[in-house]
């Protein structure tokens, strides 16, 4: 039975190790969309364009490198020679795909890797934008994660510079956070917020609510008041008479 249920465990774990052997279908469609004719050299030919969710209209329910199923989101890459645009899983990525000017796959995928956290951060601070620089008093808390992750993100691409001057901001305002023809009074707090926190109207959070946990065969219900007393000091012992009334 031990041996059964070891030869089980080996096939689901060697099931949900993915091979990185391209299959017939990955060489054809690469090779196609490439100049090289040379698969591993044809791999080396692409760079990273951006990452598509699963709720937007571009998505491809399917890679295009391997037809294989996507669910959360596709990753577009595009061909430095023939300009070709795939839209394919990150697993095709780190199996198939050695980014341009990266060494080794390993190289590849440890830039990937970066590449993500840095458009995951990206979607923070465009989901964060409404609440923290567009609506009135916001709280000191998200704005204060808004901040740091701005400055964050474009100090690891060599652009917290542009915070610097007006001009700049507003390039970040365009290039980043996506603002096609931010207002005045987005401008106008974006750049306190990044240049003194303190001079944009914000809201402390003083109360934490914590969530209520009752027992089990606790009741919503309210305590009625219990009063002791005594048979000397009741009505009906005074009032003998008025008992039953």
Known sequence: MRQIINKNATEEKSQQELSTVPGP????????NSLNDIFDEAKQEWELVTNIPNDSDEFAENCELCNHR???????IQNTNTKKLLKIGSDCIKRFIQFAGTSSQADSNKFFDNKQKELSAELDIRTLYH???????PTVRIA??????????????????????????????????KRNAPSEKEQRNFEWL????????MQKETKKFKEKYYKEGSTFKKRSKVTLTT??????????????E
């Open 131 to 137: 609440p923290v620089i567009i609506l009135p008093l």
């Open 70 to 76: 996507n669910y959360k989101e596709n990753w577009l």
């Open 231 to 244: 048979l000397a000091t009741s009505q009906a012992y005074r009032n003998p008479e008025k008992k039953y």
């Open 194 to 201: 990044m240049s003194d926190p303190s001079s944009l109207p």
């Open 144 to 177: 204060n994660r808004f901040r740091k992750t701005t400055i964050e993100l474009l100090e690891k691409r060599g652009q917290k510079h542009l915070l610097e001057t007006k001009e700049g901001r507003y390039e970040v305002l365009v290039s980043l956070l």
């Open 25 to 32: 279908l990955v060489i054809k469609v690469l090779i196609e």
